[in-house]
């Protein structure tokens, strides 16, 4: 790096932006605006935007290769998301050791590392072997605090611009001054062939005579504190020079292609309404058939596609223009916490009500029995056996994505229709759409919730016993900037059920088992009036309940319940059952009063 780049480097670090109001290169480019003292600002209202707009891109770095990036030209920008992963394959059985030795990340320290988790996917291959996913932490470069400078360039290898200069933050505690609110840094191993998943029998499932093997390692940051640091992309930038502190030596490229007067502006709204018209009195009747109607806008309010039409699937493995996305199933493997879950990108409408008696469903959700071939539409909650009705449906359906490369050339529609069962009970019903856009580098989730009643003009309120999610998540890990951009927690449950090819769904054990496995969680652990309101809230004992935090529990319980086999919800589908109304009414040092 020159000199000139490294004081630049440095203005950057110490007054958050750069040196001076207006900084230039040698020839006289303008490389942009500094920010004044260092603060992350307050970020941008939704609505229409324009170059001097910050906006929050994401870099991806594949097995030490960026992946090329396209801005609007001109663009202010700040670091939302970073993604790192590098990855080889194995012959043999050795953890996660020979990621030390080959591969992108084999110049960074492993001292340290050492096994945390492991669970097997939730269904088998095709030809009945099974995928064991072990899962590695506390290797230095993983704990430690790193930083990256990211450098803009010209073509021919010189400054362009001002660099920005995110960090990582810390392992084992989180502070105002990190860049990001999410920190993973973790490695995998990955066995592809077992035999068998894991059993009361064999709690480890059989893996003895597996021969392939991949390790990867993988760094997720993203949700970051704020818009500032921003700065504008200079007229001659063609690719940004990563360097990461780990391993400074050794720069990763990232191809930036600037692009004048796109169609679209960036960021991104949902709408949904009904087709279907209410009866006079602006009410649905419990076995009625109701349409909705589904719009994707950009920040302008521009459509992003006809009024009828959605993009196919194909369409969108082939890349929109626009920026919609769909649900990225086979396209990577992912984990609760610990891989790239943010990458899955589904495009959802769901209904759920009463709203006043949604709650958690403790039922096995399976799309082979519980998809409706015709409407596409998954009953995950039925009025008579969980108090509510709750139903999702992909866009789009679920049957068009499983139907396989025939059916992804389908043009889709923008209407999704639920059945409502007869036996629905009389209440306001929500309708909640959301989904996740990429367009230009910003990868952006939202969602919208609207309310219908169905057999009655009474309005009414969710009964929620958790909360408030706002005493730690507020600024950049808002709920309304995180995960699927929702802030109603009242619409979750219906898609967060147990599925049968991922028990985890549900919001208490994904909330349990990330907020135990982060050391950045900065509250007690078995404190739970953190996030429990009252003490039926903490009262429904099941192995899924204590072992989404838990690790063990005692001999007594293995020899009633049986051996731990998942680390998500302890065992299979028996871990939702209600062990006992007796023991565990209260949780050591949770706080509550009973």
């Known amino acids: 790096m020159s000199l000139r780049s490294s004081l630049v480097v440095l203005c950057v670090v110490a007054t958050g932006a750069g040196c001076s109001s207006e900084a230039t290169t040698d020839d006289g480019a303008d490389l942009g605006t500094s920010e004044g003292a260092l603060s992350w600002g307050t970020f941008p209202a939704d609505g229409p935007t324009t170059v001097d707009t910050p906006i929050g891109i994401a870099l991806d770095i594949e097995n030490g290769v960026g992946v090329p990036l396209k801005v609007r030209k001109g663009q202010r920008v700040y670091i939302n998301q970073m993604d790192m992963r590098a990855a080889i394959d194995a012959s043999s059985d050795n953890g996660v050791a020979d990621l030390d030795t080959t591969g992108d990340f084999k110049d960074v320290d492993w001292r340290g590392t050492s096994f945390a988790d492991q669970s097997f996917v939730g269904t088998p291959n095709a030809d009945g072997t099974w995928v064991k996913r072990r899962f590695y932490r506390k290797a230095r470069w993983m704990d430690q605090p790193s930083a990256f400078v990211i450098e803009q360039l010209d073509a021919a290898g010189n400054p362009s611009g001002l660099p920005l200069i995110p960090d990582t933050g810390l392992e084992y505690k989180r502070f105002p001054t990190d860049s990001f609110f999410v920190r993973r840094m973790r490695a995998i191993q990955w066995t592809y062939d077992c035999a068998a998943p894991p059993s009361n029998a064999a709690p480890n499932g059989n893996c003895a005579g597996a021969t392939k093997f991949g390790e990867e390692a993988l760094i997720e940051l993203r949700y970051a504190a704020g818009p500032q640091p921003s700065v504008k992309l200079g007229p001659r930038t063609t690719q940004l020079r990563v360097r990461w502190t780990a391993k400074w030596n050794n720069p990763y490229t990232i191809p930036v292609q600037q692009v004048e007067n796109p169609n679209f502006d960036y960021g991104f709204g949902l709408d949904v309404t009904p087709v279907t018209a209410p009866a006079a009195n602006g009410t649905y009747s419990a076995g009625q058939a109701i349409t909705f109607r589904v719009t994707l806008k950009d920040g302008s309010g521009t459509r992003l596609h006809p009024v009828g039409v959605m993009p196919s699937y194909q369409d969108y493995l082939a890349g929109l223009e626009s920026g919609i996305t769909y649900y990225r199933f086979f396209q990577e493997p992912y984990a609760t916490y610990y891989r790239r879950k943010h990458k899955e990108h589904h495009l959802l409408v769901a209904v759920s009500g009463p709203v006043q008696d949604v709650k958690p469903i403790y039922n096995i959700t399976d799309l082979n029995a519980d998809l409706d071939p015709v409407t596409g539409q998954v009953n995950s909650a039925q009025p008579v056996r969980d108090g509510f009705y709750g139903a999702a449906q992909e866009v789009p359906p679920f049957a068009t994505l499983f139907g396989g490369p025939p059916a992804w050339g389908v043009p889709g529609v923008d209407t999704v229709t639920f059945n409502v069962p007869a036996t629905a009970k009389p209440g306001t019903y929500r309708v909640v759409i959301k989904g996740r856009r990429e367009f230009l580098g910003q990868e952006v989730p939202t969602s919208k919730v609207i309310n219908i009643q169905i057999g009655t003009t009474q309005v009414g309120q969710p009964a929620l016993n958790t909360g408030p999610c706002n005493s730690c998540h507020t600024g950049g890990s808002a709920l309304s900037r995180v995960n699927h951009g929702l802030d109603d927690r009242s619409t979750c449950s219906t898609c967060h059920a147990p599925l049968s090819f991922e028990l985890e769904g549900p919001i208490a054990v994904r909330l349990h088992f990330i907020h135990s ?74 706080g509550i009063s009973h």
Do not use: W
């Not at 429990?532 to 903490?538: A, F, T, V, Y």
């Open 517 to 590: 496995r982060s050391n950045r969680f900065d509250k007690p652990l078995d404190e739970c009036k953190s996030c429990h309101l009252n003490k039926e809230g903490i009262q429904r004992t099941s192995k899924a309940a204590c072992l989404s935090c838990h690790k063990s529990y005692p001999a007594s319980h293995v020899a009633q319940f049986g051996p731990i086999t998942d680390m998500y919800v302890g065992g299979g589908t028996e871990s939702f059952q209600n062990c006992t109304s007796s023991c565990h009414t209260n949780h050591p040092n949770s």
